[in-house]
């Protein structure tokens, strides 16, 4: 019989701390040898409740499925249809979230012109202006009203189809380095090349509601109340805030979670503030529908949208619309493997990169340097744009006739269960298996 008592005890398996994990040591290696924060680009990486975490229950007896080649399903939408003289009547209910040019090239920006329009919805400028090349190859452009009015122009705001005022946003406020300060961009936003930019937090010129009431009609009357007025808003405070949008006048709410993206801002925003797309759709849906306006006044919901399951999600819990940012540039090209080895040399990888602040983008989508701009072609990488927005599409419509329904917007709460109790309580719906909604009857 062996005698343990003569042996070294057998060793323990080394354990890292979940608290003090890989990441989170390297955070604190990289602040304490350079004494500043981190910045990056996209929205939040941390995993939250999101739509993966609901499901469909398909039609079968008690309701009956549509056919999927006679039987239509309709995806059209009408945005801006309270007080506009001419809202904005789209295919499709993805549109293109605002991103700037400064933060993307100018090939980019076409390129997100050329994909909306061959898909039948609209793109938005961001902060900095409108760009020739955008405004030449978007039919439907919506024009970003910015708390810094970098290259705000009232003539573009005529030549624009729709206005929005933002806000807020999923990662907000953001930035823009110095070394993407070319010299266009520098005179677009008339500040110093090479400078870096900061966009500011708040409006200057109103500090509340009846201010943004105020706003809201001076746009109006220098478009001749044709112009759809959209109001951003930073899931914060969903309810509230959409409430306080209705009140001023939107035509259109948009509600950005904090999955949605920035060019760049603090890691420590991006990751901390706000509350997820999910949690923030079914206050919003019941401000309008405490105030009658549901449908009235359209709501678009971004940050984190990927599929067409995520559209039909997002319209069942009572969205009239989505937009997408992150998603849109990989459909681009952003982080594509084929750039593997140079994203290696910048100390990353596919899939990873988020230091679009550099302006040293390998894809020439986040990037004002020429050599890397012409590395993306406008009309190919507008054509994926196309075929991404056209599956998503036929995604979103093969789940509505799986549940019944020949309109997108016919899908409801009712179709929907949740996996978890956080997404159950969120959304609003039952959780699988169970009639219970968490919250609902008080419990």
Same mark, same amino acid.
């Given at each position: 019989?062996?005698?343990?008592?003569?042996?070294?005890?057998?060793?323990?398996?080394?354990? %890292?701390?979940?608290?003090?994990?890989?990441?989170?040591?390297?955070?604190?290696?990289?602040?304490? *040898?350079?004494?500043?924060?981190?910045?990056?680009?996209?929205? &939040?990486?941390?995993?939250?409740?999101?739509?993966?975490?609901?499901?469909?229950? +398909? *039609?079968?007896?008690?309701?009956?499925?549509?056919?999927?080649?006679? !039987?239509?399903?309709?995806?059209?939408?009408?945005?801006?249809?309270?007080? &506009?003289?001419?809202?904005?009547?789209?295919?499709?209910?993805?549109?293109?979230?605002?991103?700037?040019?400064?933060?993307?090239?100018?090939?980019?920006?076409?390129?997100?012109?050329?994909?909306?329009?061959?898909?039948?919805?609209?793109?938005?400028?961001?902060?900095?202006?409108?760009?020739?090349?955008?405004?030449?190859?978007?039919?439907?452009?919506?024009?970003?009203?910015?708390?810094?009015?970098?290259?705000?122009?009232?003539?573009?705001?005529?030549?624009?189809?729709?206005?929005?005022?933002?806000?807020?946003?999923?990662?907000?406020?953001?930035?823009?380095? +110095?070394?993407?300060?070319?010299?266009?961009?520098?005179?677009?936003?008339?500040?110093?090349?090479?400078?870096?930019?900061?966009? &500011?937090?708040?409006?200057?010129?109103?500090?509340?509601?009846?201010?943004?009431?105020?706003?809201?009609?001076?746009?109006?009357?220098?478009?001749? $109340?044709?112009?759809?007025?959209?109001?951003?808003?930073?899931?914060?405070?969903?309810?509230?805030?959409?409430?306080?949008?209705?009140?001023?006048?939107?035509?259109?709410?948009?509600?950005?979670?904090?999955?949605?993206?920035?060019?760049?801002?603090?890691?420590?925003?991006?990751?901390?503030?706000?509350?997820?797309?999910?949690?923030?759709? =079914?206050?919003?849906?019941?401000?309008?529908?405490?105030?009658?306006?549901?449908?009235?006044?359209?709501?678009?919901?971004?940050?984190?949208?990927?599929?067409?399951?995520? #559209?039909? %999600?997002?319209?069942?819990?009572?969205?009239?619309? #989505?937009?997408?940012?992150?998603? *849109?540039?990989?459909?681009?090209?952003?982080?594509?493997?084929?750039?593997?080895? !140079?994203?290696? =040399?910048?100390?990353?990888?596919?899939?990873?990169?988020?230091?679009?602040? !550099?302006? =040293?983008?390998?894809?020439?989508?986040?990037?004002?340097?020429?050599?890397?701009?012409? =590395?993306?072609?406008?009309?190919?990488?507008?054509?994926?744009?196309?075929?991404?927005?056209?599956?998503?599409?036929? !995604?979103?419509?093969?789940?509505?006739? *799986?549940?019944?329904?020949?309109?997108?917007?016919?899908?409801?709460?009712?179709?929907?269960?949740?996996?978890?109790?956080?997404?159950? &309580?969120?959304?609003?719906?039952?959780?699988?298996?169970?009639? $219970?909604?968490?919250?609902?009857?008080?419990?």
């Amino acid at each position: 019989m062996d005698d343990f008592s003569t042996k070294a005890p057998p060793p323990t398996t080394p354990r %890292k701390s979940w608290t003090f994990s890989d990441d989170v040591n390297s955070d604190i290696r990289r602040a304490a *040898a350079t004494g500043i924060y981190d910045i990056r680009g996209g929205g &939040a990486k941390r995993r939250v409740p999101h739509f993966d975490d609901l499901l469909f229950l +398909g *039609a079968s007896i008690s309701r009956y499925p549509l056919e999927g080649y006679r !039987e239509k399903c309709d995806t059209r939408v009408t945005l801006g249809t309270r007080f &506009a003289k001419k809202p904005i009547e789209l295919d499709i209910p993805i549109t293109i979230a605002g991103m700037s040019f400064g933060a993307l090239s100018g090939p980019a920006k076409e390129a997100l012109g050329r994909g909306a329009t061959a898909a039948g919805t609209s793109t938005t400028t961001g902060d900095g202006g409108m760009t020739e090349e955008e405004r030449g190859h978007s039919k439907k452009l919506v024009y970003q009203y910015l708390p810094s009015r970098y290259g705000m122009n009232p003539d573009d705001l005529r030549r624009c189809d729709a206005i929005e005022i933002v806000v807020g946003q999923g990662a907000k406020p953001g930035m823009l380095l +110095g070394q993407k300060i070319s010299d266009r961009v520098a005179e677009m936003r008339n500040l110093p090349k090479g400078i870096d930019q900061r966009s &500011a937090c708040r409006h200057p010129d109103w500090t509340g509601p009846d201010d943004l009431e105020i706003k809201i009609l001076e746009l109006r009357e220098i478009t001749n $109340w044709e112009k759809p007025i959209y109001i951003k808003i930073g899931g914060a405070r969903p309810y509230f805030d959409t409430t306080l949008a209705i009140k001023a006048g939107a035509d259109v709410v948009v509600l950005d979670g904090m999955q949605g993206g920035t060019a760049a801002t603090q890691d420590v925003f991006i990751e901390n503030v706000g509350q997820p797309t999910l949690a923030c759709i =079914r206050p919003a849906v019941q401000a309008l529908q405490d105030m009658g306006m549901h449908r009235q006044v359209q709501l678009v919901i971004s940050g984190g949208i990927r599929t067409g399951a995520d #559209v039909a %999600k997002a319209l069942a819990l009572g969205a009239d619309a #989505v937009s997408i940012g992150t998603a *849109a540039l990989i459909a681009l090209g952003d982080n594509d493997p084929r750039w593997e080895a !140079e994203y290696n =040399r910048l100390g990353t990888t596919a899939g990873a990169y988020d230091d679009w602040q !550099e302006g =040293r983008d390998p894809a020439g989508i986040t990037t004002q340097d020429p050599e890397l701009m012409a =590395r993306l072609d406008p009309i190919a990488a507008g054509r994926r744009l196309r075929n991404y927005l056209n599956v998503m599409t036929l !995604e979103a419509q093969t789940i509505a006739r *799986a549940c019944g329904k020949n309109h997108l917007h016919n899908l409801e709460p009712e179709d929907l269960c949740a996996l978890t109790i956080e997404a159950a &309580a969120m959304a609003g719906v039952p959780l699988a298996g169970t009639d $219970w909604v968490p919250g609902a009857k008080g419990f």
